[in-house]
Structure formats: C-alpha cells, structure tokens
C-alpha cells in the first residue's frame, strides 16, 4: 500500500515498454486518480512515440501533459533529432559503445533525462504531486553508452530534486535494477496494453526490427516466451 | 588563465547583478568569443529581466541564447507568474521565511533552478561548451526561503551534470560562498554596467525599491559605498 504521503504521483511517459509498464504500476499503486502522465517532445524524427503515450494514458484514464522542448536541443547533432541529417544507427547499443575518439554515441540526446527529470519535477509540484515516477532500468546503462541512464545519475538527480524542492518531492526508478526482460514480466502479469506502445527510433507503419531499441525489445518478449503484440498486428 | 580543456563557457544570464557580474568574469576569463549567455522566461509577471539580459550580452558582445519554458509553470500558482493572481509580497527575503504551514514561499518557482541548470547543461553541450557558469551566491541561500538555491543542491546538480554527460561538462557556481556585496564589490571593479541590469520583481519604469530584491540589491550597493546607477537615471 501507498503511504498517506504520496497523494499524486507524475510518471514520465514515453510510449515505450519501460514507462507504459511503470505506468501500469503507478495506476495499480496510487489509483488511477493520483497518476499524471508527462510525456515530453524533444525534436525527435517521428511523433510516434508521443502518439503512444497519448494512446496508452488514455487507456488508464489518467491526467496527461505534454511539453515541447525540442528547442533545446536546436544546436544539437544527436541523429534522433528532426533537423540532424545524420541516420540513427542500426544495431545493439553494446556494439555503439566503442567510440575511437570517446564522444558520445549519435543517439545521445545532450543532457535529455537530467531535463526531462527537472520538467518533471517542475511540473509535479506545480500539481501536487509528491513523487516522480522514472522508468531508467538495468540495461538502459549497463552495456549502454547513455551516461544519463546510470544509477549514480538517478540518485544524484534525486538528490537534486529532494533538497531543490525542500523535501516536497522525490525521484523514484523501481526499475533502475531491473532488466528490461523482468519489466515486461512485470507488465504481463499487470496487463500492459503493449500494442499501443511504440519503442523503434524510426517511426514507420512497423518497428524496424533493426534499431537498437528494437533488439532490446524483441529480447526481452522472447525473456518472457511472450510475443510483442506489435509484431502481429 | 583558463585550461586549455574549458573552451567554452554558458552562463545563464537573468539580467540581474549577480548573473551579470557572472558574465563579466567569464568574458575576463574566457575571451568575449568563447562565451555563451542563456536567459529563460519562465512565465514571469513581466520581461525586464530578459531586456535586461538581452542589453548585457549586447553590451558585452557575446552570443545569445533565448528560451521560453512558460508552459513548464502552467499549473504554478507562484506570485512571479503572469496567470497568477496573487500579489507579489514586499519585505525582506528573511521576513518571508516563516510560513506557518511549512508551505514555500509564494515566490518559490517550482524546481526552476533545478529547471534552468538542466536546460543550461543540455544547450552548453549541444553548443560544444565544457562548463555552465550559474550566479548562486551566499545569500541566496542563508536567510532566504529558496532550497533550490543552498549549496548542496548546486552540488547535487553539478554531480547529475557531471555524471549525466559523461563528464563532458562540468557545473561552477564561483559566487556559491559570496554575498551579494561581495559579488557587486568584484563587478565594480570589472566595470559591469550596472545601469543595463534588472533585479526588481515588479516591472516598472523604476525598482520598486520594496520588494524582496530591490532591498538586496540596495544593500549590496551600500555595502560598497556605491550607488546604483539604476536609481540615478
């Protein structure tokens, strides 16, 4: 059971299987009353993934947000980006990791999950929330070339956000431990509606079962012996 | 002299004194061309601090940088916001402190700080800058009802900012331990233009001279045997 201190609970909504199934548990946690979805745009290549996250906070009924901080980013190169010619890259994120030159992989977004937190917690006191739901899990750093995904990056955002806002609010990751494989277990014994959930980084009719993200995904159903019902559409 | 590593420098820029002085040591520091100011509307009652940013940066000559994160505070009820009702409080910073119900003070931006270091560190990389300069200074913190001011947030953000971008960009608050006297002590001596800054809450023709900050700012300047030249226009 949820204390009596967390009344409202914000959950940064991505359209992806980590923070649909977080989401999943938030509903489950604090009812679906309590729970508002925050989905963010950053000039990414498709709105796929924001159309997602629409679908699936309408299918849990629950109070959404959207922001659009694609201005941030307009001097960045990072290949997820609108106005970046560059391809996203096709392949594992362990194979991306080996930089000659050690600069960033193309798919990092400068800064994004340490702005997308801040919005966040922004956002979540402006509404009376109490706590800030944040899908990062296991794989998102190891083996990954994200520095923003890692443990030590959570907690000292969290931290951040504890003294920044007097202790009004805190950061939660319940998946920062988990694989993704043990996120999905999670979400088909809580139901998840995955068919409305979008992962792939190109934003065709179908996942392009190449990305990176693909791959990830595509492991962790078959983790489970489960089909990505987006794959038999 | 700066290390051949710090080749570029952002300094989020209010317009205010401390944010300016800020600028003119960096400019000192880094050459006028390898520096960066950011000023971000929030959604504030009034745009004097972003004229007033916008006339410092023209007056030092360095490049320029605007955003607008109004819509991030549509849900505050904060007294410096435009859609909000309430009046902005007149006193001292001390005065406000004590709120009966334990609540923040009413001109407590929700996370902004947290908020603006973050977009700061996601546009100075973008920009290929190796630090963010951020004008938090002594009494900002002590004596004053703003958490997202004290010096371990500063430390928590500069951890997240290190440990987020993989070390690419690293956060310095060189006022962090300052006064205000102290800081306008060290811009008098740059040559700052004091008369382009802004500082009041209110955005009236002249300062307010009640308000929270027109009484810092007086007494940074007496603290100097100085006049403002903002009052001698």
């Excluded at 609108?82 to 930089?99: F, L, T, V």
Aim: charged share 20%; aromatic share 8%; hydrophobic share 40%.
């Amino acid at each position: 059971m949820v204390d009596a201190v967390r009344r409202k609970v914000l959950v940064l909504c991505s359209g992806g299987v980590d923070s649909t199934t977080l989401l999943a548990k938030a509903v489950e946690e604090y009812g679906a009353q309590n729970v508002v979805a925050l989905s963010i745009s950053y000039g990414q290549k498709h709105l796929r993934e924001i159309e997602a996250a629409r679908a699936v906070a309408g299918h849990y009924g629950v109070e959404q947000r959207f922001l659009d901080l694609a201005a941030i980013f307009a001097d960045s190169q990072c290949s997820l980006l609108a106005h970046s010619d560059e391809a996203i890259p096709q392949g594992a994120y362990a194979e991306q990791q080996a930089q000659a030159d050690g600069s960033a992989v193309s798919t990092y977004v400068p800064f994004r999950n340490g702005l997308f937190l801040s919005s966040a917690a922004s956002m979540a006191l402006s509404l009376g929330c109490s706590v800030v739901y944040y899908g990062a899990h296991h794989d998102d750093w190891a083996g990954s070339a994200y520095p923003d995904c890692s443990p030590e990056f959570v907690d000292a955002m969290g931290s951040a956000i504890a003294l920044g806002t007097g202790g009004d609010l805190r950061l939660e990751a319940p998946f920062v431990n988990a694989s993704k494989g043990d996120i999905v277990r999670e979400g088909l014994a809580l139901g998840v509606p995955y068919e409305l959930t979008w992962s792939c980084y190109e934003g065709g009719e179908r996942p392009c079962g190449a990305c990176a993200t693909c791959l990830d995904r595509a492991a962790a159903f078959a983790a489970n012996g489960a089909d990505d019902p987006l794959l038999d559409r």
